[in-house]
């Protein structure tokens, strides 16, 4: 217990160091805790949770509001028969959500936090600084995007670990895109300038397009036994086809098109 522990405080400290590395930690509790009995899963969050307060407060709070909330819907999710993506993407909006109201109660505004990251970036970071006023003024006005999108790499990751085996069987909710019609409609047609309503629409976007990425491969996979050639090329197509990509997981989403699973 002392071990599993250790790393979970280490893991998380890194992951703060490395955020995108940051899937590893929620990945190495959901393998390991279910080995502990109850008392030492029960002991280890909280020395571990304890020592991350006692490190920094507010890095306590991402630990409970992000990780240990992404941590808690992986075993509620799997009472469930959801599928695989719509937890991901379920489990991204609410720990989005909950990052979101963090930073509005320790922070402020987007506004506040723009200014923070801008004074950060011009005297640490050795960028052009018409460069860094074009990344803060995007960060302004997708705050909400950029957080989903960072969580979703976690979620995502984290699931890919532990599940990857599955990975070609994984299936969405048609539901996301009632999402996207409606702030579609009130972004593009209405014309009404909304930072939830644009980020909304951003968000809803993105996750046809990752789901897209996923139809796509298993296309190739029919064809290609090299699973890593599949996936690259997946990527790569998805890069620089958007929209077809975003249509194709639209499409495959409402049963439109089908694929054959040939390989395994």
Avoid at 55 to 65: E, S
Avoid at 69 to 98: M, N, P, Q
């Amino acid at each position: 217990m002392i071990r599993v522990t250790l790393n979970i405080i280490l893991l998380f400290l890194a992951s703060s160091l490395i955020p995108l590395g940051s899937f590893v930690l929620p990945a190495y509790k959901i393998k390991r805790l279910p080995k502990l009995n109850s008392k030492n899963r029960l002991l280890a969050n909280l020395i571990s949770g304890g020592v991350i307060y006692f490190i920094d407060d507010k890095l306590f709070f991402v630990y409970i509001g992000f990780f240990l909330l992404l941590e808690g819907l992986y075993y509620v999710f799997e009472k469930t028969s959801i599928e695989i993506f719509d937890r991901i993407f379920i489990s991204t909006t609410l720990t989005t959500a909950v990052g979101y109201l963090f930073m509005r109660a320790f922070i402020g505004t987007p506004n506040d936090l723009v200014t923070i990251l801008d004074a950060m970036y011009r005297e640490y970071l050795i960028l052009d600084q018409s460069m860094i006023t074009i990344m803060m003024g995007y960060i302004k006005q997708h705050l909400l995007f950029v957080m989903f999108t960072y969580s979703l790499i976690i979620n995502y990751f984290t699931y890919f670990i532990l599940k990857g085996k599955t990975y070609r069987k994984w299936n969405i909710s048609y539901l996301w895109v009632l999402i996207y019609i409606v702030t579609f409609f009130i972004d593009r047609t209405l014309k009404i300038d909304n930072f939830y309503v644009k980020n909304l629409y951003s968000i809803t976007t993105l996750i046809y397009v990752v789901y897209g990425i996923k139809v796509l491969y298993n296309m190739f996979r029919a064809r290609i036994k090299w699973r890593v050639y599949g996936k690259g090329l997946a990527i790569v197509t998805a890069c620089f086809f958007p929209i077809g990509i975003f249509i194709l997981g639209v499409m495959n989403s409402f049963g439109i098109i089908k694929i054959n699973k040939r390989r395994k």
